[in-house]
């Protein structure tokens, strides 16, 4: 007698009931980005079909989120001017905290709102923090920043800030910030593990990023894996309430190795290259989009991502109907 594993597999039904892995849109959150002074959406070239949305649009997509029954939706704001220190981050006019005024009051409690916690976008030198006299980014200045924009995103509705800029400490400075001010119910996503990747690529034409050089003093090597796993042992340390991989598909050991450690809910970034790689390939006619980005997604919650970030995430769930 042979062993036959492939008698579960001889039609979709049994398939589907043996399936080890689903794809679910609760677990799926939207990034979105939301221009300042925009009067009309403007596309952004690298990545088909995401745009940068004016604060009338922005509320539109999150009541398709909404609609969609996705999970949440994570804000990025592009502001119009922008300074050495990012001054727009903090203020609660700014692009961002404006957004996630007209967000949350749009969604109340249907969608988790999320806002990214980083200054690269609000800065003119394009870093994710303040710089020091030798043009080093001050790892300490830049967490007191933090601190107070991760404050003004929580008064400004976020149920979520997630500080994305792998500052030493940051965690611990946000949480003692929120606590401070009474906001003990905000809930800090970590980008624990978040590597200098090329994948950013489209990311900096979305945001209209002013970086010259790279991140690498503070993003991690994609050599390593081990300082991952201490960096997030750092940040459940500190206070992190969920911890994120980032990029997703070319770190699945990473997102693996977290899931197996971690004592609080993983989540994974499927970044714009990602993203824009599935969508370049597709326009060529060299793979099927829809096929594609549901493989790569349910990889990715294979690997033992609970959460996942993705641009795809208002189309899924009509491709896993
Ligand atoms: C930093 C930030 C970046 C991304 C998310 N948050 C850019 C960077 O670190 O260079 C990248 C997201 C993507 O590529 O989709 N605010």
New binding site residues.
């Given amino acids: 007698m042979i062993e036959r594993p492939r008698r579960l597999r001889q039609n979709a039904v049994l398939r589907s009931l043996v399936a080890e892995t689903r794809l679910h849109p609760r677990d799926l959150v939207l ?1 979105v980005f939301v221009g300042e002074g925009l009067t009309e959406p403007r596309p952004i070239e690298s990545m088909p079909g995401v745009q940068q949305h004016t604060l009338e649009s922005v509320v539109d997509v999150a009541r398709q989120c909404v609609a969609k029954g996705l999970g949440g939706i994570m804000l ?1 704001g592009v502001p119009l001017e922008k300074d050495a220190t990012g001054s727009g981050a903090i203020d609660p006019d700014g692009i961002l905290n404006v957004a996630l005024r007209a967000v949350r009051d749009a969604v109340g409690d249907d969608l988790v709102v999320m806002a ?1 916690t ?1 200054l ?2 609000f800065t003119d030198h394009g870093h ?1 923090g303040v710089l020091d006299e030798q043009v080093r980014v001050d790892n300490d200045a830049t967490n007191e920043l933090y601190a107070r924009m991760a404050v003004a995103q929580a008064r400004a509705g976020a149920h979520v800030v997630a500080p ?2 792998m500052m030493d400490g940051q965690v611990a400075v946000i949480r003692e910030a929120l606590d401070a001010e009474g906001l003990m119910d905000t809930v800090i996503l970590a ?1 624990s593990a ?1 590597y200098a ?1 090329a ?6 034409e ?2 209209q ?1 002013s ?1 010259q050089g790279d ?1 690498r003093t503070y ?1 991690q090597d994609p050599a390593n894996i081990v300082e991952s796993l201490r960096e997030i042992d750092l940040d459940i340390a500190e206070g992190a309430d969920l911890v994120m991989v ?2 997703a598909m070319s770190y699945l050991d990473v997102v693996a190795a977290a899931a197996e450690r971690s004592s609080v809910p993983v989540a994974a ?1 499927q ?3 990602e ?1 824009s790689m599935i969508q370049a390939a597709a326009a060529n006619g060299w793979i099927d989009l829809r096929a594609t980005a549901v493989e790569s997604l349910t990889s990715i919650r294979r690997a033992g991502a609970q959460v996942i970030l993705t ?1 795809f995430a208002l189309d899924v769930p009509d491709w896993i109907a």
């Fill in positions: 990034p990025f990214d980083c690269d976008e994710c994305s800029g980008y978040k990747s994948f950013f690529g489209p990311f900096r979305a945001v990023s970086l991140r993003q980032k990029p970034y970044v714009s290259g993203f641009y």
